[in-house]
Nanobody, 121 residues
């Protein structure tokens, strides 16, 4: 069982930056592929980024967001730069056992409670 707790969300102006953190429980964090997803009001949850030994991004955030992980701290991060109003959403951290890259919600086994990111224009 893995428990995930996100933090770092907030309100920021367009063009600004935020860094989200996701702290995971458990002693096998390094064996999990970690992902970030987001869900805007009235929309389905969508893939943002994932990391195992390498990172993979949705086209909508490529070049602006960076996912990273610190296995010693059981933490995954999402650095978000050049934020746009359309990035406004609840951001969720997710984990799946194994090292294969997956970008769909159903492929992830564990989820955090989410953190709100609001980008004003």
């Amino acid at each position: 069982q893995v428990q995930l707790v996100e933090s770092g969300g907030g309100l920021v102006q367009a063009g600004g930056s935020l860094r989200l953190s996701c702290a995971a429980s458990g002693r096998t964090f390094s064996s999990y592929t970690m992902g970030w997803f987001r869900q805007a009001p009235g929309k389905e949850r969508e893939f943002v980024a994932t990391i195992n030994w390498s990172a993979y991004y949705a086209d909508s955030v490529k070049g602006r967001f960076t996912i990273s992980r610190d296995n010693a701290k059981n933490t995954v991060y999402l650095q978000m730069n050049s934020l746009k109003p359309e990035d406004t959403a609840v951001y969720y951290c997710a984990a799946r056992a194994g090292q294969r890259v997956r970008v769909t919600v159903s492929d992830y086994d564990y989820w955090g409670q989410g953190t709100q990111v609001t980008v004003s224009s």
